[in-house]
């Protein structure tokens, strides 16, 4: 038993910090109440801070292989961290709007962000289910934050009972991954030694096809994907982004330490190559084509979120170095551009009260800037250089190519990243081209200092990992060191 | 006579779980599934996990069952609160797809699951209290405080979900 506190340093923080926002909330009064805001940034870039100075490596490994604080776990809380101050800045105008316990919501978004640094740190089943629990329970609650606004309790009530199926759903698979092999650590190898006998590979199946489809629920992919739209859509827009977002990497980071933990790289093919393939293909497709015919531009981001999820999993069957830190850069960018671009939805629904993507027409003679960083924003969810979007792409298929039996994969994702042009392309072409009467009472948008921070992290983001990748990839190759191929 | 025991509960179990889904009423519903509680907690026993097989009859059977009951009982739901019926086409699709999963957990679950080595490994003193306590407060001591943040986390969500609003109070 090694008692490890000082590796988990940055969650310790985050949660301190999270009963001071939630205590603060008492002492100021109610026009004051931004200050949680400002207190709620600096808490997600203090945390960051201590991200980046806390040691990380093989031996950074505490209470029994339950907390490991390697190069991966440290580049997925980085992520959800900006994620979280993103959100957080984003919100600003909604909070003032429609939120009426704002140290609460405040709080929750940092107690689900602490679960979610936990999470990604976890290489042991025990602790990887409470944390991963603490990382959504958070958010039912967020996402049924605005009790007046039937869709938002409708939304918290559909994610809260698919998300108890899929706890239930992983729990079975979890259950018989320790049944067979008297171990919760999930550290290569502990599969290996049942490969002796013959009939075990059942076994094995059925908890990999139990904690795929458990996990699937909680990263939105096809067929587990039908609660996103409703929720995506009822939630309010800050917490959609930061869903769609960091409970999107985290998720992801909670299926890399299973599957490559326990069901080792060596015996892919045989094992999960296939499913995950197929499921990341249903993404692609479905994802795609149904984002075409959404008028809603939340709905659409949803389904472009689930195809993105697709793409990056892409980068995951590769099963590779090379496809590892695929996925790691691509979820760089897809953190920038989409924070970015929902940072503009709730900028757009603040001053026009509507979330219809024929309402953005015009937006460009009203406010030439908001309507290009949002082009850019698209662009890079496209792929188009010189975006962000651009370089993960390539990173991501050029992993799969090289694996060698995943053409396939990659024709299709090729094929659907064109489908995907239209819908993006739709809101650009509103924006730019679609005339509409702008009355004369309209003056030019202002928008508040934090959510111009969160569009301006967002667009420099965006424009530098596309521009001069170098740093960001050489980063993203460290990110693959404590996993074996 | 063990073999009795485990065939009678287990038999009890899986139809008190098909009540379940299959009673109209709510209340009902809720009554077989304490009834399906009790006969699991009967095969914990059988399985020499006591402690488990206490928290089962106590706190799932005794505590969230009854409120369970309780708030059925409070929101008296009707026969059309829940919405129109299913499509006739979509419940045969669902009972197919059901049997279909049933057949398959019991083909791998006998095939594979059942063939591992590491299952008959739990020590004769497994399930007792002291053993849970004590794996609970040293191994597994990180995941149990973080269930402690995780309970922080439902009392908030309870109050803010559950609270009035302020003019609501007013008025």
Known sequence: MNLRFDIMIPELFLFGWAIVVLTADLFFIKEKKNALLYMSQFGFLAAAALVIFTPTGPNEVGFG????????????????????????????????????????????????????????????????????????IPLFILTAFQKRYLKS????????ILGALSSALLLYGMSFMYGMTGTTVLLAGSITMLLNSANVHYGLVLSLVLVVAGLGFKLALVPFHMWAPDVYEGAPTPITSYLSVASKAAGLAALTRIVYGF????????????????????????????????????????????????????????????????????????LFANMG????????????????????????????????????????????????GF???????????E?????????????????????????IKEMFITE???????SKWILSSPITIAILVGLIGTLIIGIYPEPFLELASTVTQSFVY | MEYVIFFASAFVAIICALLVISQKNPVASVIYLIMAFVAQAILYIQLSALFVAILQIVVYAGAIMVLFLFVIMLLNLRRDDFGPEKHPLQSWLTRIFG????????IMISRGVGQSESMDRAGAEFGNVEQVATTLFTKYVFPFELTSILLIVAIIGAVVLGKRRAEEEEG
């Not at chain 1, 509409?436 to 309209?442: A, D, L, Q």
Request: with cysteine; net charge neutral.
């Open chain 1, 153 to 160: 309790s409708e939304a918290g009530l559909k994610y809260l």
């Open chain 1, 263 to 334: 069901y080792t790289v060596g015996t892919a093919a045989e094992y999960w190559g296939i499913l995950i393939a197929i499921l990341a293909a249903l993404a692609m497709i479905i994802g795609n084509f149904a984002a075409l015919l959404q008028s809603n531009i939340k709905r659409m981001l949803a389904y472009s979120s689930i195809a993105q999820a697709g793409y990056i999993l892409v980068g995951f069957v590769a099963a590779s170095q090379l496809g590892l830190s695929g996925i790691s850069i691509y979820i760089f960018a897809y």
């Open chain 1, 65 to 136: 292989y339950m907390f490991y604080n390697d190069t991966f776990a440290s580049f997925f809380k980085i992520v959800i961290l900006l994620a979280g101050f993103m959100a957080v800045s984003s919100s600003f105008e909604a909070v003032q709007k429609s939120i009426e316990h704002k140290g609460e919501f405040f709080g929750l978004v940092i107690m689900s962000a602490v679960g979610m640094m936990f999470l990604v740190s976890s290489t042991e089943l025990v602790s990887l289910y409470v944390a991963l629990e603490l990382s959504t």
């Open chain 1, 403 to 427: 694996n060698g039996t995943l053409f396939w994969l990659v024709m299709i994702a090729v094929a659907t990243t064109v489908v995907s042009i239209f819908y993006y392309a739709r809101v």
């Open chain 2, 99 to 106: 049997i279909v999963l049933v057949a398959e957990l019991m």
């Open chain 1, 436 to 442: 509409r009467e702008v009355e004369s009472s309209e």
């Open chain 1, 391 to 401: 370089i993960a792409k390539y990173k991501v298929f050029m992993a799969a190519i």
């Open chain 1, 341 to 388: 671009a929902f940072a503009i939805v709730v900028a757009v629904d603040h001053k026009l009260n509507s979330d219809r993507i024929e309402d953005y027409a015009g937006m460009a003679r009203r406010s030439p800037l908001i309507a290009v960083c949002m082009t850019i924003f698209l662009l890079s969810l496209a792929g188009i250089p010189p975006t962000a």
